[in-house]
């Protein structure tokens, strides 16, 4: 856990400092934000290569930051009034 911690960092540090993105976002879940774009669909191709034990680790990193965003808003603002933030309950 700590050393996945440490590589999402590196990525969101790499994301930022080297490609001028977003401090929060990881630099697989950018190229799959941007998968339309040659250049980015080229590096999300490779990327889901090196982690090819995951269907595709891209959509995967990009949908984590989207929960984790939401968590961030459902502990900032836990008013029923922000209750569309909050993922749908999903039965068994």
């Known amino acids: ?4 911690r440490v590589a999402a960092w590196l990525s969101q540090g790499a994301n ?6 977003h401090h929060d976002q990881t630099v697989s879940a ?3 934000v941007n998968r339309h774009s040659t250049p980015w669909n080229v590096a999300r191709l490779a ?4 982690f090819f034990w995951q269907p595709d680790h891209c959509q995967v990193s990009h949908q984590r930051d989207i929960e984790f965003s939401r ?3 459902i502990n900032a603002y836990p008013e029923d ?3 569309r933030f909050r993922p ?5």
């Open 1 to 4: 856990m700590y050393l996945t």
């Open 16 to 21: 930022c400092v080297l490609l001028a993105g």
């Open 30 to 32: 950018r190229c799959y």
């Open 47 to 50: 990327i889901n290569t090196v």
């Open 71 to 73: 968590e961030v808003l």
């Open 81 to 83: 009034r922000y209750a």
């Open 88 to 92: 749908a309950r999903r039965w068994p």
